[in-house]
């Protein structure tokens, strides 16, 4: 009797136990599972590859630096116009000259910028964004947009989403299951800039629309919908440039249905975010507070009084998915730089299905041709083969569900090329017993030679394709990916089959046997 011939057993039946729980549809209280994630291409979803703007994150990045230089320069007591100047540049013109001096004694606390030029004759400063600073900048807009759209998703619901970033400013998004693109690319691609301004009452829109704002005011449009007709409109509204609050103080965003039954967003603000909302409404009681998103204004409440529980609420003719996707983002937070959908791709569910039906169908005509094969050339030794491919089958989808690994239509593909490379493993061992049954040895010393000597051949081929399988797994995309790791797995298994499945076999069927003259192989 072979040595440890029990503990290999039971190695061995452990695995196979092991490996039907895993791809068992049913859990252990009998409940319904799916083991083994599918794919975009599998069951339906959205492909999209985003861009991101970064020239247009340094401008929104310098549009709000420009907002807290003008509010340094306000606690000083020194009125001044900041306004943006290209890509790069911030340009102050002073109301008085004479606070020149002061004025740059204020903006020494803000270290992102380099002066470029000093006026003080014009009282005129221009800044410009540092080198360092723009680099970081630009580094981190990718970054953050797939923390931001990775929390978007996950709290949009989708199940196994891919989300990775690629080359210098593009994001890889996929959504398996996903049937509605439209909504899913708002939800996404939603800058969610969130700013709080006062309208300008003291003078009339309609007429800034054709003249031209005042200087520090700006036109923003909002739409209205009739109740009753369903029509939108676009109104003008005239507001301040000054910002007086942002949606980077939110701690939270729900939605909420007002008495008429229109849904609505209810913000919260933190502890920050409650004080300066506190201290703007007592400011500005009796002045209306246009709340802006994204550059368009979707409300314009009038202040009736302060407001000191942090709490306020955006409305405009929201339907009740519009509410919870504008929620998602505020919650969420905003992304740094916008990004636009630079690919698409949608999967239907009924393609999916069919890829599944022509994987299954293709990969059991190519296990039963095998199967097949090794029966009639290798006859009992087939059939031993044939089972160790089985288990080659079970252990690669019952590790595909222990890590949660995703099966694509490419990883299919490595599915059936794994079970090549598991018969041709086989097949190295059966011709190197053949080879030593030949030149006169026993039936049990051509065993052991046969595998002792095929040993090294077998593992030079089975590291090489791993090998190969973590260079697709790290440089390749989505696809190829997924193929890299069905290889991957199934030449580790077929390594635990071929090695030591076939030999446990091959000692219970033949080693036991002392006058066997005869080798089936």
Do not use: C
Request: proline share 4%; aromatic share 6%.
């Amino acid at each position: 009797m072979p040595r440890y011939l029990w503990l290999r057993i039971g190695i061995v039946l452990a695995v196979i136990v092991g490996s039907l729980v895993l791809i068992s549809p049913r859990d252990w209280r009998g409940q319904p599972r799916q083991p083994i994630n599918l794919g975009l291409d599998l069951q339906g979803g959205i492909h999209l590859v985003l861009g991101v703007d970064l020239e247009k994150g340094i401008e929104n990045v310098l549009d709000r630096m420009a907002g807290d230089l003008r509010q340094a320069l306000q606690k000083k007591g020194i009125g001044a116009q900041v306004t943006r100047q290209g890509h790069t540049g911030v340009t102050i013109q002073l109301s008085s000259p004479q606070a020149t001096q002061e004025a740059q004694q204020a903006l020494a606390s803000f270290v992102e910028f380099d002066t470029k030029s000093t006026d003080p004759a014009a009282g005129r400063i221009e800044l410009a964004l540092k080198e360092k600073v723009i680099t970081e900048r630009r580094n981190s807009f990718v970054d953050q947009g797939l923390k931001v759209i990775r929390n978007r998703v996950d709290q949009f619901g989708v199940a196994e989403p891919t989300i990775q970033k690629q080359g210098e400013n593009r994001i890889l998004v996929q959504l398996p299951g996903v049937q509605d693109p439209v909504r899913a690319k708002a939800l996404i691609g939603k800058t969610a800039v969130l700013e709080f301004k006062l309208v300008d009452d003291q003078a009339d829109a309609a007429r800034a629309v054709q003249e031209g704002p005042a200087p520090g005011d700006e036109i923003l449009y909002g739409r209205r919908v009739d109740r009753n007709t369903k029509a939108e409109t676009r109104v003008p509204y005239l507001v301040k440039k000054e910002i007086l609050l942002t949606g980077d103080v939110i701690s939270d965003a729900t939605v909420r249905v007002s008495e008429v039954g229109e849904p609505y967003v209810s913000v919260l603000f933190d502890s920050v975010g409650a004080r300066l909302f506190g201290e703007a409404t007592e400011k500005n009681v009796g002045k209306a507070l246009a709340i802006v998103l994204d550059g368009n204004v979707h409300s314009a409440p009038v202040i009736r009084e302060r407001i000191p529980s942090g709490q306020a609420q955006i409305s405009g003719g929201f339907t009740f998915e519009e509410a919870s996707d504008l929620a998602i983002v505020l919650r969420t937070g905003a992304l740094q730089a916008p990004v636009q959908v630079l690919e698409e791709r949608t999967v239907g569910p009924s393609l999916g299905a069919d890829s599944i039906r022509k994987g299954v169908i293709s990969t059991a005509a190519g296990a039963l041709a095998v199967f097949i094969f090794m029966l009639i050339y290798y006859r009992l030794s087939g059939a031993i083969a044939d089972l160790a491919l089985l288990l080659n089958l079970a252990i690669l989808l019952a590790a595909m569900a222990w890590f949660q690994a995703t099966l694509t239509l490419p990883g299919i593909a490595g599915i059936v090329l794994t079970i090549g490379m598991a018969v041709d493993t086989n097949i190295l061992i059966f011709e190197r017993i053949r080879e030593e049954f030949r030149l006169g040895k026993t039936v049990r010393s051509a065993i052991d030679a046969g595998f002792q000597r095929a040993f090294t051949t077998v593992i030079d081929t089975h590291v090489t394709v791993v090998v190969s399988g973590i260079i697709l797994y790290q440089f390749g995309t989505g696809p190829v990916k997924g193929f890299a790791v069905t290889l991957m797995i199934g030449i580790v298994a077929s390594l635990f089959t071929a090695v030591f499945f076939t030999r446990l076999i091959f000692d219970l069927v033949y080693k036991g046997r002392r006058r066997l003259q005869t080798l089936s192989i």
